[in-house]
């Protein structure tokens, strides 16, 4: 009987002793998932406060910036405000120029393309080469913290943060931080360190075809070139001020003259009907679109001349 009692009691505290540390190991996870959840709303109270602070303040630096080797570069890493250029100061060639580049539905989107992410995506699936969905939103949060690694969790990040930049900054502000920290070249950041390294003039004085050159090795600066330009960089440069004239209607691209024949001529002067015909005295250009006004015709202005004269005539008969 003694035995059974000896054996009981052990077994009781065997199961008392297991409670213990259950008890214990539970109270540790609740103690750490509290924690953990705290921290967590830290980070995420501190991230939304540094993104919110960003739509005034200008960053000296970027992720990017902090990763680039600068040694080898043979430069010293500057600070992005040194050279930044406002909103309003900003060109709108080059605006336009980036968003025919790399963005075109820029100014309607939520910060990211759904559309384009998709048609990526079918064509990774497809094995066909996938072409960047990247829109300039993405790009700028994907230059202000993140790296330039390619995996899905880093993508769901940059998505997860360019949706909340363009809620609280809005597009303008998305533009101008874009303009600013984007690399334009090695170790050449910013339109205002670009305009002058490549152009040795302020960002404001760009030309339509440079303003386009700079757009175009965007997708990839470490390689391509502004100032010399290879023929890819001039033959996606005048891709770009094409689609800068599609998207805004102002006439960016010059298209060449057609060659005209002689006897073509000869015959327009011959002909003195062509001169007749409607012509276009102002061309009213806007974001939209183009606006046509002040239409009118030679033939009107025979008219109000064959009137004045009757009028004339009929003064002096009176």
């Known amino acids: ?6 054996e009981y009691s052990e077994e009781t505290g065997k199961k008392i002793e297991v409670q213990e540390i259950t008890s214990k190991v539970w109270l540790y996870t609740k ?13 995420v109270v501190m991230s939304f406060v540094m993104l919110l602070s960003l739509k005034w303040v200008n960053p000296s630096f970027t992720a990017f910036t902090l990763q680039e080797d600068w040694e080898e570069l043979g430069k010293e890493r500057y600070s992005l405000t040194e050279k930044w ?11 336009w120029a980036v968003v025919a580049s790399e963005d075109q539905k820029f100014w309607n989107h939520p910060g990211i393309d759904l559309v384009a992410i998709a048609e ?3 064509e990774m699936e497809s094995g066909e080469r996938v072409r960047g969905a990247s829109t300039i939103t993405q790009q700028v949060a994907k230059n202000l913290f993140l790296s330039s690694d390619k995996n899905f969790f880093r993508k769901g990040v940059e998505a997860g943060l360019a949706i909340t930049i363009d809620a609280l900054w809005g597009k303008e502000r998305v533009m101008e931080m874009y303009l600013n920290i984007a690399e334009f070249g090695p170790g050449v950041y910013g339109i205002g ?7 040795s003039k302020n ?12 757009a175009a090795v965007l997708p990839n600066p470490k390689r391509m070139r502004v100032e010399p330009a290879s023929p890819y960089v001039k033959q996606r440069k005048d891709w770009i001020l094409k689609n800068m004239m599609n998207l805004s209607g102002i006439a960016y691209y010059d298209y060449p003259e057609p060659e005209t024949k002689q ?5 327009i002067e011959n002909d003195s009907s062509f001169f007749d015909d409607t012509f276009i005295n102002r061309v009213q250009i806007s974001r939209v679109g183009l606006a046509l006004s002040d239409v009118s015709t030679t033939t009107n202005s025979k008219i109000d001349s064959t009137n004045s004269d009757s009028t004339k005539s009929n003064d002096q008969n009176l």
Do not use: G
């Not at 103690?31 to 980070?43: C, E, Q, Y």
């Not at 360190?193 to 152009?199: G, L, M, V």
């Open 1 to 6: 009987m003694e035995n059974v009692d000896f």
């Open 31 to 43: 103690k750490t998932m509290k924690w953990a959840s705290i921290s967590f709303v830290v980070v």
């Open 85 to 95: 250029v406002p909103y309003n100061d900003i060109p709108q060639n080059i605006k």
């Open 120 to 122: 990526a995506y079918q």
């Open 193 to 199: 360190e670009a305009s002058d390294h490549f152009f």
């Open 203 to 214: 960002a404001k004085s760009l030309k339509d075809d440079e303003s386009a050159r700079m």
């Open 263 to 267: 006897d073509s001529v000869e015959s």
